[in-house]
């Protein structure tokens, strides 16, 4: 087998990142070969979905056409220079894009995540430095939280293992609790709120029913949900599951969940935390979905099928099917 031979090699020649080498004694790498859309392929032949889109840095598929197009035109003209005293094009043409785009100004590239945490890290000390408050310096992170492995990074990233062999080398910063309910201790008490148009309520009432400790209070708009997804929320039965219909609009709801969380004598003797359906773990698989999609040669626009009270969009070259399961 091909596999155990690129296996062999690499352990006796490659630290692999984040990764604890004698766990590969009994669990071996996965040597890859090539890749190829969504899926990546070992020396034997068999494939893999990247699902973390290698390790969230190639959000547009494998072996994509177009990138690889204009890599070689950028290749064959200009393969790198250094932006400290020297500019180009490239990244005169992408600047003005992203200002454009988000309306901060200037841009500041970083190599990796970690190296961004690094910029934040200093551009926020930097500012109260020149504003006239040096010794605002200090920073807050969360329980449990990871940032990065360069030293500015590990002193906000809460990973013992790090920590511990090196913690002779950061930083001592403020650590607060998560928010995380897994990391929620036994006597303490948690009200999760929040607001629906109807299916992220009835979602998160499933989730926290019947559960010890947890209260979960959602609220929707009276006649803002269908039938279907008012009885999802309102028949469960558990007494810990509180469902109001308030009149109004579903922006009137997320009004009063942000004005709880902004009440400091409602939250001071009290732990709250939100749910909502727009999270990063909703829009990564969403964003692999469609940027592979968009590369696709065999389809050119994306469809929107009208479903009332929910909107689906997907690629054209679905069309056909999606017109005969509409009846269409």
Not at 80 to 94: K, N, Q
Not at 122 to 146: A, V
Not at 174 to 193: E, M, Y
């Amino acid at each position: 087998m091909k596999n155990h031979k690129y296996i062999k090699r690499s352990l006796k020649s490659v630290w692999h990142p984040c990764t604890q080498m004698k766990h590969h004694e009994n669990l071996p790498l996965i040597p890859i070969e090539k890749g190829r859309g969504v899926w990546l392929y070992d020396f034997d032949g068999k494939k893999y979905l990247d699902v973390t889109s290698s390790w969230w840095v190639n959000l547009f598929g494998h072996n994509n056409k177009i990138i690889k197009k204009y890599i070689a035109r950028q290749l064959n003209t200009l393969e790198h220079s250094m932006l400290a005293g020297l500019t180009h094009s490239p990244v005169i043409e992408l600047s003005e894009k992203l200002s454009k785009l988000t309306k901060l100004g200037h841009c500041s590239y970083g190599s990796d995540g970690a190296n961004a945490v690094e910029i934040a890290l200093k551009m926020s000390s930097h500012y109260w430095s020149q504003t006239g408050f040096p010794l605002k310096n200090k920073y807050i992170y969360l329980e449990n939280s990871y940032h990065g492995e360069t030293l500015g990074a590990l002193a906000v990233t809460d990973v013992p293992i790090f920590r511990t062999h090196y913690g002779a080398l950061i930083k001592n910063y403020i650590k607060t609790d998560s928010p995380d309910l897994r990391l929620k201790k036994n006597n303490q008490s948690l009200v999760v709120i929040g607001a629906t148009s109807g299916d992220t309520g009835s979602a998160a009432i499933h989730a926290f029913q019947n559960l010890k400790n947890i209260k979960i209070c959602i609220l929707h708009p009276h006649k803002g949900t269908s039938q279907f997804q008012r009885k999802q929320m309102t028949t469960t039965g558990s007494d810990n599951v509180f469902n109001i219909a308030l009149e109004g609009s579903f922006d009137d709801c997320q009004s009063i969940v942000k004005r709880a969380f902004n009440d400091i004598d409602l939250t001071k003797n009290q732990s709250f935390t939100a749910v909502n359906s727009i999270n990063w773990f909703r829009i990564l698989p969403q964003t692999i979905y469609y940027a592979w999609a968009l590369s696709n040669n065999n389809f050119s626009s994306f469809l929107c099928i009208d479903g009332g009270y929910n909107k689906f969009v997907v690629p054209q070259w679905h069309n056909k099917h999606c017109a005969q399961y509409c009846g269409k």
